[in-house]
């Protein structure tokens, strides 16, 4: 089956500056890769996704790469704000018929105000 | 919208108990996603269900863990003779649809403590 590895576990920046957080996966055969963010206490929440038929994508602070040959996406949130710190997760999924979502260790951001 | 709705929030169990966590997905979202997940970990894929279907419940251990999603009413996840290793937060999903223009909805959780 599909294995999702996120680095780093833990990130700490001060605020105004960029955070990057690095997946790689193993079945080339994952076509859709989603973000979640997770605050304390609460459920992950879909922030970004990229599907691989894109190279990148952007929303407002927050931009998803994907190099599907090296088989790794990362996650860049730029201008970072204390409300971002949280546990990032990224993901994985084959899509198709069937929408089973792998999911990496996660990355806990903390924005240093 | 109400969103995904779990309950209970927080549930304690002794050793042996039984749990049930429930979850109501999203109004027009007839599938259903449960994960686990451990402190410091990451959300592990349990079982996935449509309605009154398990259509891949590979992540669910064999014993112990049952999971339905009857025609009406919340999708149940069942935990027999609970032990302190299912302590956990265990979340559900839905989504709409299995294409990936569908995507998942998160519940908030229920966090599992077995004393």
């Known amino acids: 089956g599909e294995n999702v590895e996120q680095h780093p576990s833990t990130l700490s920046v001060q605020e105004g500056d960029s955070a990057v957080i690095k997946c790689t996966y193993s079945?080339?055969?994952?076509?859709?890769f989603p973000w979640y963010k997770q605050e304390l206490g609460k459920g992950p929440q879909l922030i970004i996704d990229?599907?691989?038929?894109?190279g990148e994508k952007k929303d407002q602070r927050i931009a998803v790469t994907l190099n599907k040959t090296a088989k790794h996406f990362s996650l860049h949130i730029t201008e970072t704000q204390p409300e971002d710190s949280a546990v990032y997760f990224c993901a994985a999924s084959m899509g198709g018929g069937y929408q089973k979502v792998t999911f990496g260790t996660g990355t806990k951001l903390q924005v240093i105000p | 919208n109400a969103g995904v709705m779990q309950n209970p929030r927080h549930l304690v169990r002794r050793r042996g108990q039984e749990a049930r966590l429930r979850c109501s997905p999203m109004k027009g979202h007839s599938h259903v996603y449960w994960y686990r997940q451990l402190p410091e970990e990451g959300l592990k894929f349990m079982v996935y269900?449509?309605?009154?279907?398990?259509?891949?419940e590979s992540g669910m251990p064999k014993e112990r863990f049952s999971a339905e999603f009857p025609k009406e009413g919340p999708s149940i996840l069942r935990i027999q003779q609970v032990v302190r290793g299912d302590s956990a937060a265990y979340f559900c999903a839905s989504s709409a649809g299995t294409s990936q223009n569908y995507g998942y909805t998160f519940g908030s959780g229920t966090r599992l403590t077995v004393v």
């Open positions: 269900l449509q309605k009154e279907n398990i259509i891949d």
């Open positions: 079945d080339s055969a994952s076509n859709y």
């Open positions: 990229i599907r691989s038929n894109v």
